[in-house]
């Protein structure tokens, strides 16, 4: 299996477009997509037919490529009002994961001191461009680096999907175990359907299938009795936002940290540095709260009452006291953080 093989989204110069997987469609059809709007690059993160923290940063960085290479302005203060009026739309999408913002702020970051638009198309897409291939690179790193961790045989329960299409490619937590199994061990994954829009059940399972990784599916209320079982040996996770207190990640992972410390089971995180958020604590971080009908709605069936109230919170904090370690293309780190001493990495592996 090639990361090409594999990669999530891209730049597609003849079109001018982006181009990603569809992930709503997954696992029954396999689409491309080609986007040539910043409003339907967003409509397109609200949705979620591209998702994942790592991926969120790509897009973003691709999108604001995208909003440069569209704008007709050729004074250089009317480019960038459009671009960065872009930039807002896309950073709005979704508050929580954040490499969405880290990607678009990086790219802008870049073309901000540049004088003439120009230049600044050209150089916002060598950053998106850049920013991408990084990505890969870094989920390799931590998939050399997390592969440490796990035994020779073992049975790894992973929720959500943390995997290629959560990412350039290649995956963080699905990266420790696609770097496991190409050193020859023997893994096993138990992969937790996620509800509600089941991206454990629909990407994880689907990626590892293709991939000949024997992958289970679950749903999420088994987990604690496969743990007591003895049939998990460890959990890893990705991460949409860790603080220095907590861990962000999909709905259901806290549940799965608490259950794995009664069972001394390990709770590993895997994540690039850019998922490290030096500057807000646990508090401070909004979790999105998405529509109703992901919840009341399968398929076209309702299951849940008019009159009932309904919650859905994307996403959940594990406290940094449940996480056994966090695996980041620099190596292991293991709680307390200092999330600012770590960041003082530079960014090349
Ligand atoms: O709502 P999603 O599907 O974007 O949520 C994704 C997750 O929670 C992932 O676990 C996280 O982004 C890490 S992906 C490497």
């Keep these: 299996m090639t990361d090409e093989a594999t990669a999530t989204l891209w730049w597609d110069t003849p079109s001018q477009s982006i181009r990603y997987i569809d992930q709503t469609l997954l696992p029954g059809e396999f689409t491309i997509v080609a986007c040539t709007s910043v409003n339907r690059l967003a409509t397109a993160i609200r949705r979620l ?3 994942g923290a790592p991926a969120l940063g790509v897009a973003g960085a691709y999108g604001v490529a995208l909003a440069a290479a569209t704008s007709t302005k050729t004074n250089h203060t009317a480019f960038m009002e459009e671009v960065s009026a872009a930039a807002g739309i896309l950073r709005s999408t979704r508050p929580t994961a954040i490499n969405l913002a880290w990607g678009i702020d990086r790219v802008l970051g870049k073309i901000s001191p ?3 638009a120009r230049s600044a198309r050209e150089y916002a897409l060598q950053e998106a461009q850049t920013i991408a291939r990084e990505d890969t690179d870094c989920c390799h790193a931590i998939g050399k680096h997390g592969s440490t961790l796990l035994p020779d045989t073992c049975t790894v329960l992973t929720h959500c999907n943390a995997g290629a299409l959560a990412c350039s490619s290649w995956g963080t937590a699905l990266g420790v175990i696609r770097s496991a199994v190409r050193e020859g061990k023997n893994i096993k994954v138990i992969s937790c359907e996620t509800r509600p829009l089941l991206q454990g059940a629909r990407l994880t399972a689907w990626e590892l299938a293709r991939d000949g990784i024997d992958v289970t599916t679950i749903t999420d209320s088994m987990a604690a009795h496969f743990m007591r079982a003895g049939a998990i040996d460890a959990v890893i996770v990705g991460a949409d936002r860790i603080t220095s207190d907590a ?5 259901g992972t806290y549940m799965h940290a608490v259950c794995a410390r009664h069972h001394n089971i390990p709770f590993y995180v ?6 490290f958020d030096c ?3 646990e508090r401070d971080v909004i979790i999105e709260e998405r529509g109703r009908e992901e919840v009341t709605t399968m398929g076209n069936r309702v299951y849940v009452p008019d009159g009932a109230h309904v919650r859905n919170p994307a996403f959940d904090a594990t406290p940094m006291d449940l996480v056994t370690a966090i695996v ?3 190596g292991i780190v293991r709680p307390p953080l200092d999330i600012r001493s770590l960041l003082s ?3 090349t592996i």
């Design 49 to 51: 037919e591209i998702r």
């Design 114 to 116: 540049l004088t003439d």
């Design 247 to 251: 861990v962000f990640n999909k709905i």
């Design 270 to 275: 895997a994540a690039p540095l850019s998922t």
């Design 279 to 281: 500057v807000k604590t």
């Design 328 to 330: 980041t293309e620099h």
């Design 345 to 347: 990495h530079t960014s």
